[in-house]
Protein backbone atom coordinates (compact mmCIF):
# COMPACT_ATOMS: atom_id res chain seq x y z
CA UNK A 1 0.00 0.00 0.00
CA UNK A 2 1.43 3.45 -1.19
CA UNK A 3 0.71 4.76 2.54
CA UNK A 4 2.55 2.58 4.72
CA UNK A 5 6.37 3.51 4.73
CA UNK A 6 8.99 1.55 6.24
CA UNK A 7 11.30 4.55 7.40
CA UNK A 8 14.36 2.28 7.86
CA UNK A 9 14.37 0.82 4.34
CA UNK A 10 13.42 4.17 2.97
CA UNK A 11 16.39 6.05 4.88
CA UNK A 12 18.61 2.65 3.67
CA UNK A 13 17.24 2.79 -0.21
CA UNK A 14 18.01 6.86 -0.39
CA UNK A 15 21.55 6.66 1.18
CA UNK A 16 24.09 5.94 -1.35
CA UNK A 17 25.90 2.47 -0.46
CA UNK A 18 29.49 4.37 0.33
CA UNK A 19 27.80 6.41 2.98
CA UNK A 20 25.44 3.42 4.90
CA UNK A 21 27.10 3.15 7.80
CA UNK A 22 25.70 2.72 11.58
CA UNK A 23 26.21 6.16 12.79
CA UNK A 24 25.10 7.79 9.71
CA UNK A 25 22.04 5.35 9.83
CA UNK A 26 21.40 5.93 13.17
CA UNK A 27 21.51 9.88 12.74
CA UNK A 28 19.34 9.51 10.02
CA UNK A 29 17.09 7.20 12.04
CA UNK A 30 16.61 10.14 14.44
CA UNK A 31 16.42 13.01 12.37
CA UNK A 32 13.17 10.95 10.67
CA UNK A 33 11.59 9.59 14.03
CA UNK A 34 9.22 12.50 14.36
CA UNK A 35 7.63 11.96 11.16
CA UNK A 36 7.35 8.21 10.56
CA UNK A 37 9.05 6.10 13.30
CA UNK A 38 7.17 6.23 17.16
CA UNK A 39 3.35 6.22 17.70
CA UNK A 40 3.26 10.26 18.33
CA UNK A 41 4.68 10.75 15.02
CA UNK A 42 2.97 12.77 12.40
CA UNK A 43 2.80 9.81 9.70
CA UNK A 44 1.05 7.77 12.83
CA UNK A 45 -1.56 10.44 13.57
CA UNK A 46 -2.12 10.93 9.44
CA UNK A 47 -3.03 7.14 9.33
CA UNK A 48 -5.22 7.31 12.17
CA UNK A 49 -7.24 10.73 10.66
CA UNK A 50 -7.36 8.72 7.47
CA UNK A 51 -9.37 5.70 8.51
CA UNK A 52 -11.71 7.46 10.49
CA UNK A 53 -12.44 9.71 7.37
CA UNK A 54 -12.59 6.38 5.49
CA UNK A 55 -14.65 5.29 8.14
CA UNK A 56 -16.81 8.13 8.02
CA UNK A 57 -17.32 7.51 4.23
CA UNK A 58 -18.15 4.04 4.86
CA UNK A 59 -22.17 5.70 5.76
CA UNK A 60 -24.53 7.44 3.69
CA UNK A 61 -27.96 9.07 3.94
CA UNK A 62 -30.04 5.64 3.55
CA UNK A 63 -32.05 4.75 6.30
CA UNK A 64 -29.75 1.44 7.10
CA UNK A 65 -26.31 3.20 7.21
CA UNK A 66 -27.81 6.15 9.13
CA UNK A 67 -29.20 3.62 11.74
CA UNK A 68 -26.12 1.42 11.50
CA UNK A 69 -23.74 4.47 12.62
CA UNK A 70 -26.53 5.85 15.25
CA UNK A 71 -26.09 2.17 16.66
CA UNK A 72 -22.02 2.12 16.46
CA UNK A 73 -21.71 5.18 18.23
CA UNK A 74 -24.20 5.66 20.50
CA UNK A 75 -25.73 2.18 21.48
CA UNK A 76 -23.00 -0.36 20.50
CA UNK A 77 -24.18 -3.51 22.53
CA UNK A 78 -27.96 -3.57 22.35
CA UNK A 79 -28.30 -1.54 19.13
CA UNK A 80 -32.13 -0.31 20.22
CA UNK A 81 -32.39 2.90 17.65
CA UNK A 82 -34.48 2.60 15.24
CA UNK A 83 -35.63 4.69 12.28
CA UNK A 84 -38.96 4.29 10.99
CA UNK A 85 -41.92 6.30 8.86
CA UNK A 86 -43.79 9.13 9.95
CA UNK A 87 -48.12 7.64 9.85
CA UNK A 88 -48.97 9.70 6.49
CA UNK A 89 -52.51 10.63 7.74
CA UNK A 90 -55.08 12.63 6.71
CA UNK A 91 -55.98 15.50 8.68
CA UNK A 92 -59.55 15.76 9.90
CA UNK A 93 -60.51 19.42 9.69
CA UNK A 94 -63.02 21.42 12.08
CA UNK A 95 -64.95 24.22 10.19
CA UNK A 96 -65.94 27.81 12.09
CA UNK A 97 -69.46 28.71 11.84
CA UNK A 98 -68.42 31.99 9.54
CA UNK A 99 -67.34 29.08 6.67
CA UNK A 100 -69.91 27.92 6.30
CA UNK A 101 -69.18 24.29 6.06
CA UNK A 102 -70.40 21.26 7.61
CA UNK A 103 -68.98 19.88 11.00
CA UNK A 104 -68.38 15.74 11.28
CA UNK A 105 -66.11 14.53 13.97
CA UNK A 106 -66.68 10.90 13.84
CA UNK A 107 -64.00 9.12 15.46
CA UNK A 108 -61.13 11.44 15.81
CA UNK A 109 -58.20 10.88 17.61
CA UNK A 110 -55.36 13.61 18.45
CA UNK A 111 -52.44 12.90 16.76
CA UNK A 112 -48.78 14.57 16.43
CA UNK A 113 -48.50 17.04 13.86
CA UNK A 114 -45.46 14.99 12.30
CA UNK A 115 -48.17 12.11 11.85
CA UNK A 116 -49.89 13.75 9.25
CA UNK A 117 -49.64 14.16 5.34
CA UNK A 118 -48.54 17.55 5.15
CA UNK A 119 -46.35 17.46 8.10
CA UNK A 120 -43.04 18.74 7.90
CA UNK A 121 -40.90 15.50 8.79
CA UNK A 122 -39.83 13.08 6.57
CA UNK A 123 -38.75 9.94 9.13
CA UNK A 124 -38.80 9.32 12.47
CA UNK A 125 -36.08 8.49 15.11
CA UNK A 126 -36.89 6.51 17.70
CA UNK A 127 -34.33 6.44 20.46
CA UNK A 128 -34.88 5.27 23.70
CA UNK A 129 -34.91 7.64 26.73
CA UNK A 130 -31.86 5.80 28.25
CA UNK A 131 -29.74 7.36 25.77
CA UNK A 132 -31.18 10.90 25.86
CA UNK A 133 -29.20 12.74 28.20
CA UNK A 134 -25.81 11.19 27.48
CA UNK A 135 -25.72 10.77 23.70
CA UNK A 136 -28.39 13.76 22.52
CA UNK A 137 -25.90 15.73 21.41
CA UNK A 138 -23.90 12.97 19.50
CA UNK A 139 -27.18 11.76 17.85
CA UNK A 140 -28.56 15.09 16.64
CA UNK A 141 -24.53 15.91 15.24
CA UNK A 142 -24.68 12.25 13.26
CA UNK A 143 -27.99 12.76 12.10
CA UNK A 144 -27.15 16.41 10.46
CA UNK A 145 -24.02 15.35 9.22
CA UNK A 146 -25.19 11.80 7.54
CA UNK A 147 -29.05 12.93 6.47
CA UNK A 148 -29.89 14.04 2.87
CA UNK A 149 -30.24 17.79 2.26
CA UNK A 150 -34.00 18.56 2.15
CA UNK A 151 -35.15 15.69 4.56
CA UNK A 152 -36.37 16.52 8.14
CA UNK A 153 -36.67 14.31 11.38
CA UNK A 154 -37.68 14.02 14.39
CA UNK A 155 -36.22 12.38 17.60
CA UNK A 156 -38.92 10.45 19.27
CA UNK A 157 -37.43 9.12 23.03
CA UNK A 158 -39.72 5.74 24.18
CA UNK A 159 -39.25 3.29 27.33
Known amino acids: MWYKV ?3 RLILLLLPTFLRKPV ?3 FLKAL ?3 IGVTNESVHYRWERFRDDNLNKLSYNGQRCYLRKVLNDRCDANLRRITIGN ?4 DQDYLYTT ?8 G ?3 LENDFNYVSGLVDFLVNVPKV ?11 LLEFYKLAGKSYKIVYYE
Open 107 to 109: TMY
Open 98 to 105: AENLDVYL
Open 6 to 8: DWD
Open 32 to 34: VSP
Open 86 to 89: TAQL
Open 131 to 141: LKDSNENKIIA
Open 24 to 26: LFG
